[in-house]
Each structure stands twice: as C-alpha cells, then as structure tokens.
C-alpha cells in the first residue's frame, strides 16, 4: 500500500491512531481481493499477458506477479510464495520503464528491504532500473514496425 494512502487514513490530529491503522488494512484488503475482469482491471489482465509472454524467454521455470497496490498478490506475497518454493534468489523488476515514479523509487524498495530483513537467507535483488539505451531500442523498434505498415501517423 502506498504511503501517502495509508498516511490519509490516518487521522491528523493523532486521534486513533492504531485504529486508523486497522481500517486502512481493512480497506487495503477489501480493494486487493476484489473480483478483477479484463473489464474493471484492464492493466492487470494486460500485465498477465506479458507475465505469460515472458515466461518461455526466461533462463527459469518461475515466474510470479506481484502488485504494490489494489492487486492481490503483493509483492510481498509474491516474494514470500518463491521463497516458500525453495527459492534462494530474487530478481525483482517492475513493469514501469523510466524512472521518476514513486513506487518503482520508493515503495518498491522499501518492500523489498522489510522482505531482506524476514528472509537473510533469500538473495532479493531488484533489477531496476531499466537501461534507457535499451528501452529507447524498444520504442524505436515499435515506431519503425508502424512506419513501414503504413500506419498512420498520429
């Protein structure tokens, strides 16, 4: 859960705090456990697709998807399912190409280090971030595949 969402259930005037804190868990669970759809989660289903698409090109048979936030399961799920699986190394990437986001910054990390510290024994590394060299070959390579179908310009 994001931090700025979790320090906005939290009231200002310090009043309740703890409760304040078991209702933004609550709502944090209500929001990862329900129902998704390709209708209502558009980037979920669009991020499986590439999960499974990747999945072959991998030098590994494991591949788990992990959300920050609204989505089940969470990194820390994910992480704690490999980990469960025998796995004693973590390669962690986010689907946000550039730089310059909070939760690829921050939340992410700050996952992953409460992560290092219950599993000392697991090797979690995050890969991240992308080489911008090789994610501007990439867009390149889609504007070029558009060029030369003729497509047009937008």
């Given amino acids: 859960m994001s931090l700025e969402w979790r320090q906005a259930a939290v009231p200002p005037n310090g009043s309740a705090p703890h409760r304040a804190e078991e ?6 669970a209500s929001i ?3 129902p998704r759809h390709p209708g209502n989660d558009p980037y979920r289903t669009g991020l499986e697709r590439l999960a499974e698409t990747l999945r072959p090109l991998l030098p590994t048979d494991r591949l788990a998807v992990g959300y920050n936030e609204f989505c ?10 490999v980990v469960r ?7 962690v990437i986010p689907s946000m190409l550039t730089p310059g986001g909070v939760h690829a910054e921050r939340d992410i990390p700050q996952a992953l280090e409460a992560l290092r510290r219950a599993h000392p024994q697991v090797a979690i590394e995050y890969v991240w971030p992308f ?14 595949r558009a060029v030369d179908a003729g497509r047009p310009h937008g």
């Fill in 23 to 28: 209702r933004a868990a609550e709502l944090d």
């Fill in 32 to 34: 990862r456990n329900w």
């Fill in 72 to 81: 089940r399961p969470s990194i820390a799920e994910a992480v704690e399912g």
């Fill in 85 to 91: 699986d025998g796995a004693t190394r973590v390669l």
């Fill in 131 to 144: 080489d911008l060299g090789q994610v501007a070959a990439l867009l390149a390579s889609h504007v070029a």
